[in-house]
């Protein structure tokens, strides 16, 4: 059984600008994931991978995204998927540091797989799935 905790803010490279390799510095195997800090109206660059897909998250910020003619702005919270060949930008669009959670992988979805650990659990996961929380 293995596990880490950390924070972008705790990585070796969690000053200034740039990566954050979240999956080294975690033991990631599984996928490939970084953090990515832009400063203020920093343009990012045109890019495209050969094999494997990404899905973006703004944790801070706002980011622009270009991909196949349209612009779209994404704040806290947004999201973004990408196919691996297809072209895309992402910039900061805002006047703060622009923070980006990047997954990358390949190969497909593992389905679903996961498993209760205590079988009393299984009406609170019931009630979470269907809205209802208790509190």
Same mark, same amino acid.
């Given at each position: 059984? /293995?596990?880490? @905790?950390?924070?972008?803010?705790?990585?070796?490279? +969690?000053? /200034?600008?740039?990566?954050?390799?979240?999956?080294?510095?975690?033991? =990631?195997?599984?996928?490939?994931?970084?953090?990515?800090?832009?400063?203020?109206?920093?343009?990012?660059?045109?890019?495209?991978?050969?094999?494997?897909?990404?899905?973006? @998250?703004?944790?801070?910020? $706002?980011?622009?995204?270009? =991909?196949?003619?349209? $612009?779209?702005?994404?704040?806290?919270? +947004?999201?973004?998927?990408?196919?691996?060949? $297809?072209?895309?930008?992402?910039?900061?669009?805002?006047?703060?540091?622009?923070?980006?959670? =990047?997954?990358?992988?390949? /190969? +497909?979805?593992?389905?679903?797989?996961?498993?209760?650990?205590?079988?009393?659990?299984?009406?609170?996961?019931?009630?979470?799935?269907? +809205?209802?929380?208790?509190?």
């Amino acid at each position: 059984m /293995g596990f880490t @905790f950390g924070s972008l803010d705790d990585l070796a490279e +969690g000053e /200034g600008y740039g990566f954050r390799k979240v999956r080294r510095a975690l033991g =990631v195997t599984a996928f490939g994931v970084n953090g990515l800090v832009y400063p203020a109206g920093y343009e990012g660059v045109w890019h495209y991978h050969d094999t494997q897909d990404e899905l973006y @998250f703004v944790h801070a910020g $706002t980011a622009r995204v270009e =991909v196949d003619g349209e $612009t779209r702005e994404l704040a806290p919270g +947004g999201l973004f998927h990408c196919e691996s060949t $297809t072209p895309r930008r992402l910039s900061n669009a805002g006047e703060e540091d622009l923070v980006l959670l =990047v997954v990358g992988g390949k /190969g +497909g979805y593992v389905g679903r797989d996961g498993h209760l650990v205590n079988a009393e659990d299984l009406q609170k996961r019931i009630d979470l799935s269907q +809205g209802r929380t208790g509190a």
